[in-house]
């Protein structure tokens, strides 16, 4: 029997065996063990090493709480750091390792700091490592970094799966003990829906810890009766492993569920965790209370836990931590820790009660008024020295004790939105405040109701309250002991340090030190000395802490104040927050309706937005991007090319003050177009910066289509809602995106019309569909579509579009039956050759900082009309002559490269700020002009036309001549679009 | 008293005995020459450059919670002066040039440390911006690289380069850039000060402004009424509420930026991290920890808490970045009030009352800002001018239309 | 009628059929799709005039089966109408006629892909992709919702028996995100 | 946070895209308000730490764009309404 801790009973399976290693030695434990209960089973206290000091530690409590027995879990990318032993599931093959230690848990190197920890003082760094200068980043920092975090990350991607999920209840109540069972038995008989929530994976909280009746059932028994009834209710939701991390507004909670942490690996396709937003109508705080601690000389080795805890060990998981036990404590709950471990059959030396008077404990040693003031021992503890009421000092050898210093409800939740926990003197602790999240009820020990008989009437009463309820069950008999406490924050005996953050190993020397050099605002003394800021959030620090400072400054307990629990409760694993949002699926995809054809030619795709388009669609041979960019733009300069513009936004706009609106909408007019017809529009915000650009066609006298951006699809659409509701009700429009119902080509080159007039059924000739014209068509032999006389690339164009399911095939139509033009499909690089070349602005230009003026758009705001943006684009800031306007450069050396996001200057001037003349905004490589070219805002761009600068690029130390000229740099007099 | 390395060991050896309180905690006086509203990060570096830059006397910071309990005690750390405009690049390379010479000037180690920071790329369009926004850096006498992808896999070769929904192109990288222990700037700042006499007042809210004639005569407070020749204004979040005093409506809106960390861990990251194609940012402090954030919440708060969405979005950004962090948890998340102004750029201005001014509109970069935002402010104040770098940042400037937009949003403060 | 062929949302000729244990999810190419929104103050003759066409136009959150059209209610005075596409390819042509100049009418098949999933329970899935207390609301109930970053529109029809309207050019995306669920779930 | 909207109930506000102050609907007519108006009514806020009217666009919903008055302190929310009938109801025509 290797488990020489193991005692009986318990609620463990002993029939099965589990086997785990811990730094490399194997162990065994049983299912139903936490990580930490099957290795104090087995004889194994140090359990970590403290952050600062590096002194060994062990596990001080059996719950979430833990600050010590922090361990690295499993391997490879499931490498889990900073896991708590104490609410680690045992399994079978589990694997855990100590962390921040070398070269073992036994011996430290970095145990030297503790030798050397009067020079490690609370913010001692603040005060030296200055000089010299430099030493700061090259020694100082690198060495403090490596010492410093706790586990350790792989750099290996998780495998495991996250899932996130939304649930809605009448009540979620978080917490199963006594005071949570209760409230769900209460709801769930009156048929309401409820979510109980539990962090442990066995529903009971302390009822499986104590050895408390309720009724003539063994508490824990009750519990799982109470559950196994619960479990019946089709109403109720009973989530085991389920932590509730945060209360958000309006009722909504946050819930992490570990699915699959207790299993080696998840089963294939389940998540390890799910995130769960639960829309709860009403709420009950059940977590309970955690004990605190007695700061005392030496009050961190191995072996020195809570009492609570050790009965923990002893009831639920039949662990003896020790052979020969002492408790010491300030309130009742030591005198019942000495009972249940005489009755486990434990041996209790002694009970060190810091209170006076009362009864004395019959058959332990019951040292009234004493204190525990320092320990020994060295990786474990092997005696404590106590100084009784008469002053004299005792050292008793112990292998364990228990510490009491009150119990601390666990207000945490109830204070996420920054309500502020009050103090009662009478549990001398921290209780929720009168103003928590609505909808929030608390109950039980979480409201500072610490029997059991409080703690199953107040789960009931607050059922009764957040549901409105008339009946409720009758409640057991439980029992209803007051509470004894005689506040005992640190003992002021002993010199040496007395631990009151056991991970950050902050003392009370520590926070004397603060108090003397006046962070005496609870803020300052957290953030000073660290205190509470460890991976347990200070769950057993904190109110000792502050305690101590309220003491130290002469100011009450309330005075003095305290500070605020943030979300999360506990710590939650970044997958389980993501969910599913990573890798290839951080984003959905949206696919052009030409995806497939293009992905059969091998087509090379860009990220627009969530869009994938096609890029360049590379034939045989070409082995360089360019070449197939080049060769796109001069096919369909020279006979035809297609590109799928499906992405373009397109909204429906309908009613009899369409055109009304538009006018309001778009700088220019509208109102005024012909039905048949389409126009530029440009868009303004309402400061006067070009929002966005699109081509608009009038379909119909209440009719027109507008075209947006890729980028501004979205956000125009929004914007005319805004519009339409906001500014001008009463207007007669109706709005409705079609981007995605119609598969949208551009056709463009001096063959455009031949190869479209084999596919549309009607007449396109330029009398039968001039420049700008617009309408509903069909193709193919009666397909209904619309056709659009427009030009991105100055070509001879049109954008032609079919209800989507038919996009693909139109595609293919219009390469075979056109196949004597030789039609090319071209992407959006080649797309974006010819716009510039065409002085076309788009992404670069629109960038949200620029007007229509620096744009050479000026003309188009029209002043004889309202429209949005038209007065604010007048403020004398952005319509200064000398302001940024568009111009086309080209390198005078044609062999010259340039950049997109160069910089102008003039010749002969210095690469400084005063210099600056503007920037490039978009470059491409011209096949026609056998140059780069690129677009630009100049400062005073407008007058610099012909002119010699240069471009540099300090990035890659650039610096080349260019010639600046008119944005329009191919066809200038548009002969060809209109041919 | 100077700290030193030699004061330390030699305290350590005595038992700590001599440490002197960092601040006193005097009473209020009748009246100064200058009150500071603000005991946050910029209102102490004002009062510092006040007393020690431009030898001024006779000076109160009125802090209505505790010394450095606004943003500059909750926010990620960063410094960095990678902007692009004119408005604001000098004064934010301004910032970093005081960052790199702080500690010794106030003799207190605020850990600033110039691990460098990354802006990732991931289009073609990001990085023609990187690049016209790199140069700008330089012109202005800052530093910026571009790397390639190949070399920001060299530096962090654990990202998400292989399966990413937007692919790692590069980045643009401020060799300068780096973090600074936020808590230890608004704690050297307030010893400085104090060390020079500044009044250091702690819980004393201020309640109203005496205004007479147009001209700022003093302030009431929770302590009561306090006589100043000049009253500067650094209140971070709480602008539009004190302005309120003076009958000024502000371009500001009051927004909620959470900001999060994980529990302590062995070195991942070195420098600072943004993340082009998400809302994440990330950098690891020197105890371990990650420290993150992301977008705001995007709507108008006071509450100082920020939720669900917001997290589960950067928490996203943060995974499809690297896919490591999955088993790493989340310790702690936090909210902070941003002052949130129509352009993204902040206010170091005058106002229409004589006496009276104004330092605001951080939205998140206030941090960073803070020892030239104190440097400018006390300069304005001193001298009824503003400082070069500074000049930009005028309350007029919309009026105008001369905005400083950064991203190019317009006016909606919840986009920048 | 045409030459050209089609293409389902998922890119493919015919539609896809997915089953995981218990649920099955139909791709439906065969429902024509047209937003019918009324003109200003004309509210009143387009619930008439769609009465006597026998298109139904229900109330806030609802869905309304008849046959050939059912419809659903998208947005203050707009609804979606549905129509075998076999018989109704041209429903916005059809719903035009039938409702004259009183309602604006937009073709909106090839905006969306349809799903039609069924399970004898589809609550632990749904409860996966989307905010709806698919457990509470009533048959019928049909809501604008988001499922793995996508708007999606989702109409309950029974216990077992739901329809997703997503954006088409995401099918694959939204296709994959129910699958996913579903195999987390079952 | 939930946002009751006036047509469909309870809706989480993610499915929202947040605006601002709802005096943007109180928007003046550019053929008579000059630069200065437009100033006022595009730039400036009272920004209150308290109760606050403001646009919220139902985007992954009904898109009807909302009035909601909610404690920027609490963020309780006391009222929403459509913003077409509060436009409506300040005026504001075509």
Redesign the interface.
Known sequence: MSQSNRITGGQIDRTKTLRFTFDGIPYQGHPGDTLASALLANGVRLMGRSFKYHRPRGPISSGSEEPNAIVELRTGGRQEPNTRATVAELFDGLTANSQNRWPSLRFDAMGINDKLSTFFAAGFYYKTFMWPKSFWEKLYEPIIRRAAGLGSVTREEDPD?Y??????CDLLIIGAGPTGLMAALTAGRAGK?VILADEDFRMGGRLNAETYAIGNTPGADWAAAMVAELATMPNLRLMTRTTVIGAFDHGIYGAVERVSDHLPTPAK???RQ?LW?I?AGKAILAGGATERPIAFENNDRPGIMMAGALRAYANRWGVAVGQRVAVFTNNDDGIRTALDLKAKGVDVVAVIDSRQGGDLLPGVRHLQGAEVIDTSGKLGLSSITVRQTNGRSETIAVDALGVSGGWNPNVNIHSHHRSRPVYDASIAAFVPGPEGPPGLLVAGAAAGHMSTHAALKTGRDAAIAALDLGSAPDLPQAEDAPVRVSPLWYVHHGKGRAWVDQQNDVTVKDVKLAKQENFTSVEHLKRYTTLGMATDQGKTSNVIGLAIMAELTGRSIPETGTTIYRPPYTPVAMGALAG??RGK?F???????S??WAKEQGAIFVEVG??LRTQWVPKAGETEWRQSVDREVLATRKSVGICDV?TLGKI?I????AGAFLDKVYANTFSTLAVGKCRYGLMLREDGIVFDDGTTARMGE??YVMTTTTANAVTVFRHLEFCRQCLWP?????L????????QFSVAGPNARKLLQKIVDQDISDAAFPYMGAGNI???????ARLFRISFSGELAYEIA?????????LR?MLARGAEFDPIVYGTEALGVMRIEKGHVAGGELNGQSTALNMGLGKMVSKKKDSIGMVLSQREGMVQDNGYRLVGVKPVNPQAKLTAGSHFLEKGAAPVAANDGGWLTSKVYSPHLGCDIALGYLKGGDKKIGQRMRIVNLLAGLDTEVEIISPQMFDPEGERLRG | MRYSGFRVIAEALTGHKGWKPVWRDPTPQAEYDYIIIGGGGHGLATAYYLAKEFKQSRIAVLEKGYLGGGNVGRNTTIIRSNYLLDGNEPFYEFSLKLWEGLEQDFNYNAMVSQRGIINLIHTDAQRDAATRRGNAMIMHGADARLLSRDEVRQMYPWLNFDNARFPIKGALMQPRGGTVRHDAVAWGYARGADQRGVDLIQNCEVTGMRIENGRIKGVETTRGYIGAKKVGVAVAGSSSKVMAHAGMRLPIESHVLQAFVSEGLKPLIDGVMTFGAGHFYVSQSDKGGLVFGGDIDGYNSYAQRGNLPVIEDVAEGGMALMPAIGRVRLLRTWGGIMDMSMDGSPFIDKTHVEGLYFNGGWCYGGFKATPASGWCFAHLMAKDEPHKTATAYRLDRFRKGLMIDEKGQGAQPNLH | ?????????L?RREPTTVTHGPLTITER?DIALA?V?????RVADVVAAAQSAGVPLPG??TYQAGAPYSGFW???E?WFVEAPFATHE?IADLLKSALG?AA?V???????VAFDLAADDLAPVL??L????V??VPDGHA????M????VYLIKQGRGAARVYG????????L??IE??A??VW | MIIHHP???PR?A??FVYLGDASLIDRPDGMTAGVEEFHDYLYQRTNPAGEHQELWYH??????WLVVTRNTVTHEITKVE?A?DVARARGRTK
């Open positions: 799966d899932d996130k999920g939304f649930l809605h829906r396709g389940k998540p799910v937003r829309y599913r949002s699926e984003k959905p995809f949206r696919l052009t309706p995806h497939h969530n869009w499906t429906d309908q009613g009899t003050d209440n009719e009463e207007m007669d429009v109706q409705i995106s079609t981007t995605e119902a119609w598969a069909t193709v193919c032999g009666g397909l209904r079919v209800p989507t399911r038919y996009g693909d095939s139109l139509e | 009628m045409a030459s050209l062929m089609a293409l389902t949302a890119g190419t937003s929104a009324a003109r200003k103050g806030p959150v998208v947005a203050p707009m041209l100049d604006s937009t073709e909106q098949t090839d905006a969306w409860e996966r989307c905010n709806v207390d457990r509470a809501t604008r919702t988001v793995e970053h996508l708007g954006p088409r050019s995401s099918a694959q995306s939204l994959h995100a996913t669920a195999h987390s | 047509i469909l109930g989480d993610q499915e985007e992954q919903g009904d898109r009807s459509l077409r």
